[in-house]
């Protein structure tokens, strides 16, 4: 029966009429869909809907006792239709062999994984990439991650996160684009593009999952899993548009969250999955829960039991469950009950089996099982190559007092100072569970490696060494010793290069923090550093702005380099003496200080924006409005001059914008230039600034480009709050510049 199923399924695949037809082949998809939907019982239909974390060595005996064994007896009973963290091709094609040989239909497991910014080689955590404003790196970067990631047996990824946010305090900054809508919008593109492919069945590429949907990133206070209580304006039109953008470029998967969303949690908003996903915008891949997060509606006070969470997140249109057994456990009782009608069962097992025949795990279930491409792909030098790229693109230089930066490699006597300096896991971030420990390079590595003479100090140890993924980071706040060394070691040296940030562990989920300076005695030693010695290049690693406003004031030259990933050292002293000239822009506004937070440029205007005489306008009484570094900022080793902005209001359907951008340094340098535009008046009040376009250009020294932006309704529109798209005419403002604050300003009139 199982066989005939299988010879059935294949042959129509193959003897489908035009081969390359993508329409002939979806329908086929669908006839072979119609046709196991048909033949499965509502046992094997729920069971596709549970997804159970990797439970037991699968290389091993079967697993004894408590919830593996059960796990273990579900799988045999075709009651799992996808597994999470199970890597190594030996225990996929275990667990896939038995599902497909032992039960009834042999319906194939899909594997996912959070392949966040690569599997063994790292790139960049997705913030700093978001800093190179390059999308081709950015995609190129994706398409390694799954390269790798699929050598082990992967197939599906849970990425690209593309929640927005604007509170630094939230340890998960650290894994989206940034607090811009339209850049994280591309970037969300250029990364489902880069992961999945042109074509999801070839065994290199991996479906794609656009989470937290929605509006995790919104978290009140920057709490992990906290509340988001935001308007439908900022819904639609700051948090809707990147997973919109994902959908447009066919993302297979989308993932929920673990928040509430204006008094709903997500795993069980309908208006979220049903009404706008997959009505409105006709998805019609599948919908992941986050982990347990089904279950989670009953401590949220929304569903009273498991039992009812099961109902309510099918209802609302969550198709798999990540780990609550939510659904594998009462779903059929449901359904018998008549809580849950079955279509709706129906509609997600269509939705689950579509996305496996995409991947061509039906045609052959073991195709990602390649046990040679396993040992040849991981950490291969292709993929260093390619990270250190990435990295090198993902560099903001923030400050650069008298062209301190770049170095010279001798005439100077280098110190280098700092426990992150000597740090091999750190660059690493704290989503790198493929990776091994110790395979990032380091600072002191990357300077060896290109010969470098420098002295090194660590000064005060700042944090636990053995801090991983689930424990919390200690920080040392009293222990000095190591700072007089440190001292001493600046003294007698010509230039000083600080490493200093925060430890890998302190961003990344569950990693919110309330305060944004560097952590521990850092400060203390940079201050000391500084009373002896100010020529200091302060290298910064760091998963999240940070509000360093004394060492922005007092050192002459900052260098942002993020978590950089496998190759940070290597990239680091390259940006250093100049062998790269960086180009990177900051995705997220740095603050001034904490209290500045949620501090954004595209902010609306109050009706009183400007000073006045007395106390009673928009602003605080200990403290600038200004960023420490606005969005879209970061400097070069060139200088670049932006003239003759010119607006073309001639064309019926576009508004051309047009400056020209001249590289007036000594060296080659790339500038990314952004425009934004306001809509000065519109029934639903729209922000001061928006980013609409941006372009990477490189320049030689004395060499100039016209850079022109087309803008069309696509642009100049927005949701109001009937989810309706509209451009309103009237006067728009507009600039061309070189970061959300400087540029060339200019107004025209929409008809
Ligand atoms: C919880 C995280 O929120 C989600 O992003 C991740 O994909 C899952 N855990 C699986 O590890």
Known sequence: MKANLYYLLIISLYFAPFNNCVMAQEKSIEKNIDSLLQQMTLEEKVGQMNQYNGFWDVTGPAPQGGNAEIKYEHLKKGLVGSMLNVVGTEEVRKLQKLVVEET??????????????????????????????????????????????????????????????????????????????????????????????????????????????????????????????????????????????????????????????????????????????KEKWGFDGFVISDWSSVGEMVPHGFAEDLKHAAELGVKAGSDMDMESSAYVLHLVENVKEGKVDESLIDDAVRRILRVKFELGLFEDPYKYCNEEREKEELYHEDHQAAVLDMALKSIVLLKNDDNLLPLKKDQQKIAVIGQLANDNNSSLGSWRLGSDNNTGVSVLEGLKNQSINFSYEQGPRIFNEEANFLNEVKVNETDTSGMQEAVALAKESDVVLMVLGEHGFQSGEGRSRTQLDLPGLQLDLLKAVHEVNKNIVMILMNGRPLAIHWEAENIPAILETWQLGSQAGNAITEALFGDYNPSGKLPMTFPRSVGQVPIYYNHFSTGRPDPESTVFWTHYGDEKNEPLFPFGYGLSYTTFKYTDLEIDTNNQNSIEVSATIQNTGKVTGKEVVQLYIHDKVASVVRPVKELKGFQKISLAPGASQKVTFILTDKELGFYNHDYEFVVEPGTFGVMVGTNSQEGLTGTFVLN
């Open 104 to 277: 009834r239909l042999g319906i194939p497991l899909i594997f996912g994984y959070d392949v966040i910014h690569g599997y063994k080689t790292l790139a960049p955590i997705p913030l700093a990439e978001a800093a190179s404003w390059d999308m081709e790196a950015i995609e190129n970067s994706a398409k390694i991650a799954a390269q790798e990631a699929s050598a082990v047996g992967l197939n599906w990824t849970f990425a690209p996160m593309v929640d927005i946010s604007r509170d630094p305090r939230w340890g998960r900054v650290m894994e989206g684009g940034g607090e811009d809508t339209y850049l994280g919008a591309e970037i969300a593109k250029a990364r489902v593009k880069g992961f999945q492919g042109d074509d999801l069945s070839k065994p290199n590429t991996l479906a794609a999952c656009a989470k937290h949907f929605a509006a995790y990133g919104f978290a009140e206070a920057g709490k992990e899993y906290n509340t988001a209580d935001i308007g439908t304006s900022t819904l639609y039109n700051a948090v809707l548009p990147p997973f919109k953008a994902a959908v447009d470029a066919d993302v297979k998967t989308l993932m929920n969250g673990f928040n509430i969303l204006n008094g709903i949690p997500v795993t069980g908003n309908k208006m979220l999955q049903r009404d706008i996903l």
